[in-house]
């Protein structure tokens, strides 16, 4: 069974997804950018304050589906400039601690509304 996660603590998606869906054990969270969940707006004006944004949309979502942070399993992070990795991984760690998970991260990349980052999730639920 399949189910959809939407919690109004994070952002709506901007498009025609999800915020999340649960399949078996595991959340597949869709790429978390720096939006307000009330406005919609982006928040932030550079890298390390739209990082903060992103990872507590990405713990909202988790939460709203039953989740810790602690089974996140596998990130992927995108960077709109590559150079801005430093900063960005200074916020993650503050937020991820020594959970660890297998990670991506890859940059120089235009990002929906002009963000500097966005970070999805996979989660074991159990």
């Given at each position: 069974m399949i189910k959809t996660i939407n919690t109004e603590k994070a952002p709506k998606a901007i498009g025609p997804y999800s915020q999340a869906k649960v399949a078996g054990d595991f959340l597949?969270?869709?790429?978390?950018?720096?939006?307000?969940?009330?406005?919609?707006?982006?928040?932030?004006?550079?890298?390390?304050e739209q990082a903060h944004q992103v990872m507590k949309n990405v713990l909202a979502i988790i939460e709203a589906a039953g989740g810790k942070k602690e089974n996140i399993v596998k990130t992927t992070c995108f960077l709109h400039d590559i150079a801005d990795f430093a900063a960005f991984n200074e916020v993650y760690a503050q937020y991820i601690g020594d959970v660890a998970p297998a990670r991506s991260c890859v940059g120089?990349?235009?990002?929906?509304?002009?963000?500097?980052?966005?970070?999805?999730?996979?989660?074991y639920l159990k």
């Open positions: 597949f969270a869709s790429g978390q950018v720096a939006l307000c969940p009330n406005s919609g707006e982006v928040v932030g004006n550079n890298v390390t120089g990349l235009d990002l929906p509304k002009g963000v500097l980052c966005e970070v999805e999730v996979v989660v």
